[in-house]
């Protein structure tokens, strides 16, 4: 990877001096460049490729385009990882709003930026508002994808965790026993399918059914770690999640000891990452 940056970078700047900065093949040059920086996590030196992208496709292939779409959701994507909730919300609604108006509310790729923007509210603590989205999200998924559907499970879990974070432990259960019945039938060993037992330990530990949760939040973790590399760069932050319902739940029940070990592990892998 270290190798690849400076041959893809005199490759942009050649393309740019042979061919002008708005060619399409200057363009997948820069996206593959800012693809390597994200595939390392160094996002805050992915953020202006994409931004230039973005400025020179909404004025050579206009705002409606799918590909000036797909950029600016990536955009947002990258605003949300660094933490930038507020400009990542804003460029969502802009892709939901052409979306609906282009393909129509219940078309695939609008369900995917209303579910998006479900999970952007709860970092906001707007969760009733991420309540609503992921509600329609799923309703629609149900109708038009069917049950078993990857992107219905999604919508599940998408659900599950803003009930999580409502403390509507019932709710989140019943969703997510759901939707790992799915995942187990779908996708055994895909990556989701240990997400969604952590997020059951973490409803389990909300009810304070700590010795219940325990296996169920160190099994999903694990299970994402021997999985990370498979887990696309928008959602990475599933794993840092994982081990932080850990942390919670020895801090809850009285086990210092181990919350600490586990605040540590959760400290020295941010630490490991690059500076986004």
């Known amino acids: 990877m270290a190798r690849a940056e400076p041959l893809l970078k005199d490759g942009l700047e050649l ?32 953020e202006p490729l994409f931004t230039q992208a973005l400025a020179i496709q909404r004025r050579v292939l206009g705002q409606d385009h799918p590909e000036t779409l797909t950029v600016i959701r990536n955009l947002s994507h990258l605003y949300r990882n660094q ?56 309703e629609a998924r149900r109708r038009v994808l069917g ?68 296996p169920l939040l160190v099994a999903g973790y694990r299970g994402l770690i021997d999985r990370q590399a498979t887990i696309p760069w928008e959602s990475r932050r599933a794993v840092e999640q994982a081990c932080q319902r850990i942390v919670s739940l020895y801090e809850s029940w009285g086990k210092l000891k181990e919350a600490v070990a586990w605040r540590e592990k959760l400290q020295g892998s941010a630490s490991a990452s690059p500076n986004r």
């Open 83 to 138: 933490r930038k909730y507020a400009p990542a919300e804003a460029l969502l609604k802009q892709v939901a709003e052409v979306q609906q108006r282009v393909l129509g509310s219940e078309h695939p790729d609008t369900l995917a930026t209303m579910n998006d923007l479900a999970q952007l509210c709860p970092d906001q603590g707007k969760y009733g508002q991420a309540d609503r989205l992921s509600v329609t999200v799923l």
């Open 147 to 214: 049950e078993g559907h990857p992107d219905t499970v999604s919508a599940l879990v998408s659900l599950g965790q803003v009930r999580l974070g409502q403390r509507r432990y019932a709710d989140t259960e019943s969703l997510l026993h759901e939707a790992l019945r799915a995942q187990e039938k779908n996708a055994p060993d895909a990556w989701q399918r240990y997400n969604i037992p952590s997020l059951l330990g973490a409803t389990l530990a909300g009810r304070q059914k700590f010795s219940d949760s325990e």
């Open 15 to 46: 393309q740019r001096r042979r061919l002008g900065a708005e060619n399409p093949d200057t363009l997948l040059m820069m996206n593959n460049l800012a693809r390597l920086y994200i595939d390392r996590g160094s996002y805050a030196q992915a």
